[in-house]
């Protein structure tokens, strides 16, 4: 995350892999002191053994949950833009959404499918998944996210068409609530070629085929 005061900065290797994490210091002081409040309202014992961490614990995971207000998606494409003479579908299907609703704060995740039709440019695929994250990376409505995606896409590259759908299950309806705990919420996006029935319907076909 893009801050001026870090703690906890720490390194784990394991077979070759590093995992860097930091956290801005005033954040997790400042998160940590209200959830210490919280627990005692719910009727815990924050001075507990299993809770003495947990306020500092839930602050840090706040603050990794949310830091797409960190990133900006438009650089991301920008840093990977190549002139290409290439006109035809390009989708990225299956990328995993993890996001946390804005109305309880609790986690919606599935899956995103983008595609777009490059227009003298295209894009170097593993950015399309870190525009995803990006957005989703934020207190989020899916209907937003969707089209968050498809705008940013389509201001960047001014492709000929971009085309998003998401599917997810959301643990607000899941959880609490209606409590329905095996429901899909769908949400679509369409710029340009995609408004064309046959183009759309192409894009479809290629998000629901399974390779063999």
Avoid: W
Avoid at 93 to 114: N, Q, R, T, W
Avoid at 136 to 160: G, H, K, S, W
């Amino acid at each position: 995350m893009n801050n001026n005061h870090t703690q906890d900065s720490f390194e784990e290797e394991n077979e070759g892999y590093i995992k860097i994490d930091r956290y801005n210091t005033d954040k997790t002081a400042a998160i940590s002191s209200h959830y210490t409040d919280i627990l005692s309202q719910l009727g815990e014992d924050p001075n507990r053994e299993g809770l003495l961490k947990t306020p500092e614990r839930v602050a840090k995971s706040l603050q990794y949950l949310t830091h797409g207000y960190d990133l900006k998606p438009a650089e991301i494409l920008r840093s990977a833009m190549f002139k290409e003479d290439y006109s035809q579908m390009v989708v990225v299907k299956d990328i995993e959404v993890y996001s946390m609703c804005e109305h309880h704060m609790l986690p919606f995740f599935g899956k995103a499918h983008v595609a777009y039709i490059p227009n003298g440019h295209i894009v170097g695929l593993s950015k399309i998944p870190r525009v995803v994250d990006a957005y989703a990376r934020r207190l989020q409505v899916q209907e937003r996210l969707t089209n968050e995606i498809r705008d940013c896409i389509q201001e960047t590259l001014n492709p000929a068409g971009v085309a998003v759908v998401i599917e997810c299950q959301h643990l607000c309806m899941a959880m609490r609530g209606i409590q329905k705990q095996n429901s899909v919420t769908t949400t679509s996006a369409f710029t340009g070629e995609f408004a064309n029935d046959k183009t759309r319907a192409e894009f479809l076909r290629l998000i629901t085929a399974r390779l063999h």
